[in-house]
């Protein structure tokens, strides 16, 4: 699949080298095609490309935002057309939010023409994005939005990464619960100095 990753930091970086591996063609939107950052990471591996973003978002099918959440307004009314895509928004805005939306999700539905948007990838650190793994078993990913497709899309990846389970939050209506759910994870890990290497599963008996 042909994957835009919108920015190259934490998240994106662990994402874009995670489904590189399994062969997914992966286009990096960046503002500084100069960064050393970029230019490494795009150098790294082969099914990895960087791109100013419009140019990323053009050439792919699915589109990964990792940016702070301020940022995303502005990047959404450069998208150009998204009428035919996915778009995974992988922010939190737990802290600041994308004035004057809500959250990724509503700001990228009221700014572009996807229909398809949904919440992904926010859950975790970005470690447990980078190694879903832990003692043999792949910890749980979490998804939200309306689109049907989108979310389909969103598991697929997060499989096709490593993580055992993808649970369906809900619609757009779950996604501030699915931002409070990651709000929990960064409670426990950095203000609860339980540490970055913890994550979810969800354990059930059998039915
Ligand atoms: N860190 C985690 O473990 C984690 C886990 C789940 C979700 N999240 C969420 O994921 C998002 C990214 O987190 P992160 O830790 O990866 O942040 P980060 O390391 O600070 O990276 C942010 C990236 O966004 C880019 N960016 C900022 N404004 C931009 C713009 N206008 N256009 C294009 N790119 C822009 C930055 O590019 P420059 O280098 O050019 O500044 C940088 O590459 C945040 O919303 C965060 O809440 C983080």
């Avoid at 502005?74 to 150009?80: E, F, P, R, S, T």
């Avoid at 009221?110 to 003692?135: D, Q, R, W």
């Avoid at 409670?187 to 059930?204: C, E, P, S, T, V």
Wanted: aromatic residues 6%; contains cysteine.
């Amino acid at each position: 699949m042909k994957i835009a990753i919108i920015g190259t930091g934490n998240v994106g970086t662990a994402l874009a080298r995670g489904l590189a591996n399994v062969g997914h063609h992966i286009f990096l939107g960046a503002r500084n095609l100069d960064d050393e950052k970029v230019k490494k990471l795009a150098h790294q591996h082969k099914n990895i490309s960087a791109h100013l973003v419009s140019d990323a978002v053009a050439a792919a099918e699915v589109v990964i935002v990792a940016t702070p959440p301020a940022a995303v307004p502005a990047i959404a009314k450069n998208l150009g057309d998204v009428n035919d895509k996915i778009i995974i928004d992988a922010t939190n805005s737990v802290v600041a939010k994308p004035d004057p939306y809500q959250n990724g999700v509503e700001a990228l539905l009221a700014l572009t023409n996807s229909k398809h948007v949904v919440k992904c990838f926010n859950s975790t650190g970005f470690e447990n994005m980078a190694n879903p793994i832990y003692h043999g078993m792949g910890i749980d990913m979490f998804v939200a939005g309306d689109s049907v497709k989108g979310k389909e899309v969103a598991c697929q990846l997060a499989k096709n990464l490593g993580f055992a389970e993808c649970y369906d939050f809900g619609g757009n209506d779950k996604v501030n619960l699915l931002e409070q759910f990651a709000l929990a994870w960064i409670n426990l890990a950095i203000i609860q100095q339980q540490g970055r290497n913890i994550a979810f599963k969800i354990l059930r008996r059998d039915r």
